[in-house]
């Protein structure tokens, strides 16, 4: 089945440091990439809306200079988080699709610690 | 826009039994995908089940069945036979089939299931 590989899985760092997570898609194609945070005990939040050769899409309240987020190639979506602050960390996941009605699949995700 | 609720924020089934989440959903489209997400402790997201809204019937996958009531606006999921296993967070999610967002999901707050031996 489709696999999407998330790296890295754990992240541990100094606050002021930029982190870069990547996301690929290995098998398939992916016309759009999802960023999603999620809190401990809460749900998936959406942070932005990747789709390859364009800008991101970033919902409301997101800081798109803090979460750059490049989309260069139909396999690789990038997340970089800028300057991290303790605030910053989160457990990061992207999902990827290929648009109809396929569901799209997940990475194993990353967990962010700024110390 | 368009929502999720999960009402129920823990459930618990004794192994082997039948157990139900509930979800429900607002939206003003008519045609939309919902699904279900199993996440253990692992965090991994895990596809559970897919339901069309334009498709009537109920979708099953082995011990996973859904009752999606498209003018209630629910989809509950039943999972039977219970096993240790299934202990996880339960996801609701909505998805536009047409239109603008790309196709993101709309997730609900989660269910977390524990499993009783």
């Known amino acids: 089945g489709a696999v999407v590989s998330q790296h890295p899985s754990r992240v541990i760092c100094k606050s002021g440091t930029s982190v870069k997570i990547e996301c690929r898609s290995l098998?398939?194609?992916?016309?759009?990439m999802f960023w999603y945070r999620q809190f401990p005990k809460q749900s998936l939040m959406l942070m932005a809306t990747?789709?390859?050769?364009?800008?991101?899409?970033?919902e409301q309240g997101v800081e798109k200079d803090k979460f750059l987020i490049n989309h260069a190639s139909l396999t690789l979506s990038t997340l970089t988080v800028t300057s991290a602050h303790p605030e910053d960390s989160s457990f990061y996941i992207c999902?990827?699709?290929?648009?109809?009605?396929?569901?799209?699949?997940f990475g194993d995700g990353t967990r962010l610690s700024i110390l | 826009a368009q929502t999720v609720t999960q009402s129920q924020p823990e459930m618990s089934v004794q192994e082997a039994e039948t157990v139900t989440l509930s979800c429900t959903y607002d939206?003003?489209?008519?045609?939309?995908?919902l699904f279900w997400y199993k996440q253990p402790p692992s965090r991994q997201m895990i596809l559970v089940i897919r339901?069309?809204?334009?498709?009537?019937q109920n979708a099953t996958e082995n011990r996973f069945s859904v009752n999606f009531q498209k003018a209630a606006k629910s989809f509950s999921l039943k999972i039977s036979d219970s096993q240790l296993g299934d202990a996880a967070m339960y996801f609701c999610?909505?998805?536009?089939?047409?239109?603008?967002?790309?196709?993101?999901?709309?997730f609900g707050k989660g269910t977390k299931l524990s499993v009783k031996p």
């Open positions: 999902s990827a699709g290929t648009g109809g009605g396929q569901p799209q699949h």
């Open positions: 339901q069309e809204a334009y498709k009537q």
């Open positions: 999610a909505y998805r536009r089939r047409y239109g603008g967002s790309q196709g993101n999901l709309i």
């Open positions: 939206t003003s489209e008519s045609d939309y995908y």
């Open positions: 098998d398939f194609q992916a016309t759009t």
């Open positions: 990747s789709n390859e050769g364009s800008k991101a899409t970033y």
